[in-house]
């Protein structure tokens, strides 16, 4: 079975571990409340998507 022939440095394990990292996701406002919304998605606040209106009314 192989073994490595030295230690792993902490500088070369970091080198190696530079693309691990956390990405902010891309928020957009919606056109239609204002709210901050995924991009792509319907607007979780009122369901608008596209000029049109998704999210049902609750009715009573």
Same mark, same amino acid.
């Given at each position: 079975m192989?073994?490595? +022939?030295r +230690?792993?440095?902490k500088s070369r394990s970091a080198k190696r571990r530079t693309h691990y990292k956390i990405i902010k996701p891309g928020l957009s406002i919606c056109p239609n409340c204002g709210e901050?919304?995924?991009?792509?998605?319907?607007?979780?606040?009122? =369901?608008?998507? +596209? =000029?049109r209106t998704f999210k049902k009314e609750p009715e009573e």
């Open positions: 192989a073994l490595p +022939k +230690k792993t440095s901050l919304k995924s991009p792509h998605r319907i607007c979780v606040a009122c =369901g608008f998507y +596209k =000029g």
